[in-house]
């Protein structure tokens, strides 16, 4: 945004030294605020954490889409593999990975993950969580790996990527991954 980090706090209607305090604190000893982080994201339009350049517009696609959703032929033994899963079981239900956020863990583009919506997750466990941005009033669907309280990528293509906390609120999970069908290709 070319501003100077005074400028960026004033535009965003906090005291000039707010995020200049932070930033020069070498001693690790000051903190800033979610409402500082907010009012910040209000004004440039990047959430807390985002990079300027990464699209979350609607036109994006999906991190993770729901089987059902998914226009994508598929051979009939994947078909008899998702119903077999969830067949009869409440709260089961088939996810496909479209991102590449959990290839360091295996988990490919097209991987189908069968979700378990009333399974509590354990640390290192493939959750589907719902990630809301109320500054632009979306939510995005992700497939994640959960490190208590944190939900986070593991990719080897998309390189470091900031945890989101699970609050909950903004953050929250849907549900635990239970088992992987993937097509051989």
């Known amino acids: 945004m070319n501003l100077s980090l005074s400028k ?24 800033i605020t979610q409402t500082s982080l907010e009012n910040v994201a209000r004004y440039s339009g990047f959430r807390p954490g985002q990079m300027p350049g990464r699209s979350i517009s609607g036109m994006a696609e999906p991190d993770a889409l ?3 959703n998914d226009n994508e032929p598929r051979p009939a033994w994947i078909t008899a593999a998702v119903q077999a899963a969830s067949n009869g079981r ?6 496909i990975m479209k991102g590449g956020a ?28 719902q990630i809301i941005d109320p500054v632009r ?11 208590a309280p944190f939900i986070t990528s593991h990719s080897m293509r998309l390189g470091p990527q900031r945890p989101e906390q699970v609050d909950d ?17």
């Open 90 to 95: 409440n709260g089961v239900e088939a996810w």
């Open 102 to 129: 959990l290839d360091g863990m295996g988990i490919m583009p097209g991987d189908i993950v069968i979700i378990d919506q009333n399974r509590r997750p354990k640390t290192g466990d493939i959750v589907i969580a």
């Open 169 to 185: 609120d903004r953050v929250s999970i849907a549900g635990t991954a239970i088992g992987i069908i993937r097509h051989p290709e």
């Open 8 to 31: 960026l706090a004033l535009n965003a209607g906090m005291a000039a030294s707010t995020l200049t305090r932070y930033y020069n604190d070498t001693t690790g000893s000051v903190g």
């Open 66 to 68: 729901p089987y059902a």
């Open 137 to 147: 009033g979306t939510a995005e669907t992700v497939m994640r790996l959960y490190q």
